[in-house]
Nanobody, 122 residues
Framework: QVQLVESGGGSVQAGRSLRLSCAVS?????IGWFRQAPGTEREGVAA???????YSHSSVKGRFSVSCDNAKNVVYLDMDDLKLEDTAMYYC???????????????????WGQGTQVTVSS
């Protein structure tokens, strides 16, 4: 079993930054960050392999980055230059399957946190 708890969401103005945290207990191979706005499907924004390789969606590349503090068992999503369209509920999720196929596909992930809301305003 893997347990995940997100934190760090909030309301920010466009152009500002925000850091989300995902506290993880249990073993995994991949942690992914996903977001879902009302009326839309959940989409992957970034992921990290336990060995350190990171992945990000083209829509956030250059603005969002994922990192891991192994000593604290926390995975971060640093979001810079936030845009109105980044408003969504953000989730972290984990799986232990081998291989990076579908690394940003929510269907690949088994364990999920409860989510943290990010609201970007003008």
């Amino acid at each position: 079993q893997v347990q995940l708890v997100e934190s760090g969401g909030g309301s920010v103005q466009a152009g500002r930054s925000l850091r989300l945290s995902c506290a993880v207990s249990g073993s995994y191979r991949y942690i992914g960050w996903f977001r879902q706005a009302p009326g839309t499907e959940r989409e992957g924004v970034a992921a990290i392999y336990v060995g350190g390789t990171t992945y990000s969606h083209s829509s956030v590349k250059g603005r969002f980055s994922v990192s891991c503090d192994n000593a604290k068992n926390v995975v971060y999503l640093d979001m810079d230059d936030l845009k109105l369209e980044d408003t969504a509920m953000y989730y972290c999720a984990a799986h232990s399957s081998i291989g990076n196929q579908g690394v940003l596909d929510p269907n690949r992930y088994v364990y999920w946190g409860q989510g943290t809301q990010v609201t970007v305003s003008s």
